[in-house]
């Protein structure tokens, strides 16, 4: 079977899922390509030719200048004008499938509709709910997308009505391909079954496939130390804290980083590592190291490694890749209970997720974990365990292949 998958970049949550689902479904014995639209390419991924006009250009920057200035979060158009080519000979090699994946500011629906090979199935994985929204991208408690985003609170007076012809314009696109959802969580897969654009779907018709997690985490500990190229003590206590962009509102670091600079104990004796762009403001009673962004999982695994707990106050996370990737490596994690989150922990773990916003309470979690050594030790070798048994490669690629050959054999069968 012959896929191809399209995201934005392989960087970021949605980027690692593609390229690592794509690994699996080749080591199957499947044709799979991701193509992606920018940023680097390691060895199975290809770059997208950006063929637009300067006219194109010119609108997408117009429209993107006047989505800023409407907006009070982050929301993107499906009307953008972009044009893209694959550079291999389409009208040979059309594929089996067209997996979409991270589809946010970098094409239209117009664009992805040459894209895409006639009558050929389409997927759509769900890494954040744009695919059901009328623009915005981040789940803040509104379900307007259950009644066709009539007008959507994110964008200023009465530009909000704007939102429902763009639910509009994407819900005609996923009717007239008929696009087949994929969840990345159980609470993803519920929020689509909520959507008014796929009502007819009960929540257990639509299928869930999670993230694969690299088996370089799993040996993460036999890996070189991270504290010693660092030159932490080995009396510290070390934090790990990290996301694509660590300026991230909704990551919710900087935030986390005040209140633990307010617990005199920890404070004074942990160290703390973060991993992404950007940077945040410290307060001078903290201890920390930025390292940038780490795009290699072999660097991933060693941060990881080198924390005694990582810890993620993000204010929405559809699943939970950081913390899935933690726990292979045998670390401890604390974050809120939000969205998918609670799917992203083992079950030894549930006690130390916070309930959203406090970040006290999510302090005093991080504080429980480090006051039993020794437990803190099982609760990571436990965790690695839960990971390896429900996020190994082959498992995950065996279960979309599954949906793939389906839906294959559905479509045939008519």
């Known amino acids: 079977m012959k896929i191809w998958h399209f995201t934005k970049t392989i960087y970021g949550g949605s980027g690692q899922y593609t390229l690592r689902l794509s690994n699996a479904l080749k080591a199957l014995g499947h044709q799979s390509e991701v193509y992606v639209a920018e940023g680097g390419v390691p060895s199975g991924v290809q770059n997208l030719s950006c063929v637009s006009s300067s006219r194109q250009n010119f609108a997408n920057r117009c429209l993107v200048a006047a989505l800023r200035r409407v907006s009070k979060g982050p929301y993107h158009s499906g009307f953008r004008l972009d044009s893209w080519n ?25 664009g992805l509709r040459k894209l895409i090979p006639p009558n050929t199935l389409v997927f ?58 994929i969840a990345n969580s159980r609470w993803v897969a519920k929020k689509i ?17 999670p993230p694969i997690v690299d088996s370089i985490f799993l040996k993460a500990t036999s890996l070189p130390s991270l504290r010693d190229e660092l030159k932490i003590p080995s009396h510290r206590v070390v934090l790990g804290l990290g996301a694509r962009s660590l300026t991230d509102p909704y990551k919710g670091i900087p ?49 990881y490694s ?3 707990v990582f810890i993620s106050p993000s204010r929405m996370e559809t699943f939970g890749m950081t913390l899935l990737e933690s726990q292979a490596a045998e670390t401890p994690v604390a974050a809120f209970r939000v969205g998918g989150t609670p799917e992203a922990v083992a079950p030894q773990q549930f006690q130390y997720l916070a309930e ?25 070798v436990k965790s690695s365990e839960w990971i390896r048994d429900h996020f190994s490669d082959i498992m995950v690629a065996k279960r979309q292949a599954y949906l793939y050959e389906k839906r294959t054999m559905n479509r045939n069968s008519t």
Not at 86 to 106: C, K
């Open 306 to 308: 080198a924390c005694d």
């Open 255 to 303: 935030e986390f980083i005040q209140q633990l600079s307010t617990d005199e104990e920890l404070s004074h004796n942990c160290t703390i590592i973060l991993c992404g762009d950007g940077h945040v403001q410290v307060p001078e009673n903290l201890d920390c190291h930025f390292l940038g962004a780490l795009t290699s999982s072999k660097a991933l695994a060693q941060f």
């Open 356 to 380: 959203l916003g406090q970040d006290s309470n999510l302090v005093n979690k991080v504080k429980k974990l480090l006051s039993d050594k020794r437990k803190n030790t099982q609760i990571g």
């Open 124 to 181: 759509w994985t769900a890494h954040d709910l744009w695919m059901l929204s009328g623009g915005c991208v981040v789940y803040q408690g509104c379900n307007l997308y259950q009644y066709s985003c009539c007008a959507c609170p994110i964008l200023k007076g009465p530009v909000s009505i704007w939102s429902q012809q763009e639910w509009k314009h994407k819900a005609k696109f996923i009717q007239d391909y008929k696009v087949i959802p």
């Open 86 to 110: 694959i550079q291999d000979d389409m009208d040979s090699n059309y594929p089996d499938i067209v997996h979409l994946h991270g589809m946010t500011g970098w094409i239209g629906f117009d």
């Open 193 to 209: 079954s909520e959507s008014s654009v796929f009502s007819h779907l009960h929540e257990t018709e639509i299928p869930v496939v």
